[in-house]
């Protein structure tokens, strides 16, 4: 069964600093990898997609690196901004498979002043 | 930038009511998804469909679910006997690709949907 777990599950840092997020999944035939944020209420937005030639991608503050081997993907966000809280969710899609994607549960961000 | 647009953004029904969930998608996409999310839990496919017919469905998805696009611009999730269950944030994605998978879904900001 296709599984995507996230680490942490929360974490609250001070704004201005620098954290790492981490997806592992378990999908396969391997498609491709979003890193999406979700504010409270609202729909996910996408921050990265990536597929499995790509080791990193960036997106601003947002730099996404993927481990196809491994089967990791972490989300590095550089000087943290009260606006960056929010869930942060890795989603993986597979060849072939379903239309639908899986999804992690997601890490609850949390930026303090 | 598009926006995929869903109404209402919150309904409240009483269990055993139907309900219709809507989706305006953006103008050029061609593949259209529902996903819930239950309270704390993560986001689960429901039901993706192309050319005015379903491509896949979940196990979630059951008789109790129906979708259509009835008038080529709308796409809509009926639930026709609530549930205390289905009580969930639903959302709409849009995708625009026949290489779909390779492209971001542009995700609606959800209905809430709260059966009581």
């Keep these: 069964k296709n599984q995507v777990e996230q680490s942490p599950q929360s974490l609250i840092i001070l704004e201005g600093k620098n954290c790492t997020l981490q997806c592992n999944y378990t999908v396969s ?8 944020k979700q504010d409270t209420g609202r729909g996910p937005v996408s921050l990265t997609i990536m597929t499995f030639s790509e080791n990193t991608k960036s997106n601003g503050r947002y730099t996404a ?21 929010a869930s942060y969710i890795c989603v993986v899609s597979a060849w072939g ?3 639908g994607l ?8 949390i930026i303090q002043p | 930038e598009p926006e ?3 109404t209402p953004s919150h309904q409240v029904t009483q269990m055993g009511q139907e309900v219709i969930l809507r989706c305006v998608p953006i103008s050029n996409h061609l593949y259209f998804y529902w996903y819930r999310q239950i309270l704390g839990q993560k986001v689960e496919f429901l039901v993706s469909f192309y050319n005015n017919e379903i491509s896949e469905k979940s196990e979630i ?10 008038d080529g611009s709308n796409f809509t999730l009926k639930i026709r006997s609530t549930k205390l269950e289905d ?3 639903y959302f709409c994605a849009t995708s625009d690709s026949t290489n779909r998978y390779n492209y971001g879904y542009t995700f609606g900001s ?6 009581v």
Excluded: C
């Design chain 1, 29 to 36: 035939p391997f498609s491709n990898l979003r890193w999406y």
């Design chain 2, 61 to 70: 998805f059951d008789d109790q679910f129906s979708v259509e696009r009835p």
């Design chain 2, 87 to 89: 009580s969930a944030m």
């Design chain 1, 97 to 99: 498979g379903a239309d």
């Design chain 1, 65 to 85: 690196t993927l481990d196809a081997d491994t089967k990791q993907s972490s989300l590095h966000i550089t000087a943290s901004q009260l606006s960056d809280s």
């Design chain 2, 4 to 6: 995929v647009t869903q």
């Design chain 1, 102 to 109: 899986t999804f992690g549960k997601g890490t609850h961000l």
């Design chain 2, 110 to 115: 959800g209905t809430r949907l709260t059966v």
